[in-house]
């Protein structure tokens, strides 16, 4: 799992594999973000969830998130090899206007 | 389409030198955040404002200044650049639900 002060975790996976990548936080937090970064690019959100929610899906993805044991989790079904990037977890703190971000995890499909 | 753009996309510098990082945003965002992302590190905060003329400190500002001119624009000051500063730097901007949109990054190498 990924946050604070472990290393960035490496995920290595077959085409068509399901996998699932976790992150813990050490603060209360209503909402996590999922990003995903690739190669030369700036991270892009792909997935926002809310404690209200539970479990969000979108595509192939799916969020979970668990306020009780201050966790969250990223699937993805049935990856594909364009699903290679490094996926980031970040909740809000304080006054709402910046994030903590985990270390990210870096996950590469092969064909 | 929303957009983050920032300049030079690659600089090189040498130590001691001094390096000014652009980035305009024309989602009409109020908040805007300089960070820096280094291998083990994941992404670190090193400025943000909430408006032209506003600053706040981030999590690793040392050796770091910055300004907002305008709602659009926000930069990223190195008055006397370190090989420490050596590093990949990230300009975003965020909405009301804390979703960050970044640019596609500028590659400082400090010699």
């Known amino acids: 799992s990924q946050w604070g002060e472990e290393n960035l975790q490496a995920l290595s996976i077959q085409e068509g594999e399901d996998v699932t990548m976790n992150c813990s936080y050490k603060?209360?937090?209503?909402?996590v973000h999922w990003y995903r970064q690739d190669s030369g690019r700036g991270p892009a959100l792909i997935i926002l969830?809310?404690?209200n929610e539970r479990e969000k899906r979108s595509g192939r993805l799916r969020a979970t998130l668990d306020t009780s044991s201050q966790s969250s989790s990223l699937s993805i079904t049935a990856a594909q090899c364009e699903d290679t990037a490094v996926y980031f977890c970040a909740t809000v703190v304080g006054d709402n206007s910046k994030l903590i971000w985990g270390l990210g995890t870096s996950l590469v499909v092969n064909p | 389409e929303a957009a983050v753009t920032q300049s030079p996309r690659n600089k090189v510098t040498v130590t001691g030198g001094n390096v000014t990082l652009s980035c305009r945003q024309t989602?009409?965002?109020?908040?805007m955040y300089w960070y820096r992302q280094d291998t083990g590190h994941g992404l670190r905060l090193i400025h943000y404002s909430y408006g032209a003329g506003n600053l706040q400190i981030g999590d690793v500002p040392d050796g770091y200044k910055a300004t907002r001119t305008t709602q659009e624009d926000f930069f990223l000051l190195l008055e006397l650049a370190s090989p420490s500063q050596t590093s990949l730097y990230f300009c975003a901007s965020s909405d009301r639900q804390n979703t960050l949109y970044f640019g596609a990054g500028t590659r400082l190498s400090v010699l």
């Open positions: 969830i809310r404690s």
């Open positions: 989602n009409s965002h109020n908040y």
């Open positions: 603060t209360y937090t209503t909402v």
